[in-house]
């Protein structure tokens, strides 16, 4: 038999209307009450390591490589040329926007996965 964990301390925060919607959605999707969403949510985070700066870096750059490409193609499939400037220009949009786009896909992406899929670790309540 599994003795019962005794919890004793609250952490609290204020949020909006909209915050407190989708944290019920959330929880509702689990299976669970929000408050022990909330709390394997957090203890989760705690134990879940940041993404790798390796990780972050790899992702950008298939961001910007990404992004130039989509403009290449775009450009071509209009029956368009696109000139050395203008190339330059699409290179130096994607190198400054594609580390933080990688670090708001990487942070969504956390934020999205439910806890129960599998690799996911699980807090034993």
């Known amino acids: 038999m599994v003795k019962a964990i005794l919890r004793t301390k609250s952490i609290g925060t204020k949020v909006t209307e909209d915050e407190y919607a989708r944290l019920d959605e959330r929880a509702a999707a ?21 993404a790798k700066v390796t990780e972050e870096t790899v992702l ?6 990404r992004t130039i490409l989509l403009n290449l193609l775009f450009t071509l499939a209009k029956g368009e040329t ?34 129960e899929m599998p690799g996911r670790n699980r807090v034993v309540q």
């Open 82 to 115: 696109m000139t050395a400037e203008q190339m330059q220009a699409v290179i130096e949009r994607a190198d400054a926007a594609k580390l933080e786009r990688a670090r708001k896909l990487l942070a969504s992406h956390v934020a999205a996965v439910p806890p």
């Open 60 to 65: 950008a750059e298939l961001l910007g490589l």
């Open 30 to 50: 689990a299976g669970q009450s929000r408050a022990e969403w909330v709390r394997t949510i957090l203890l989760e985070r705690l134990e879940r390591p940041a």
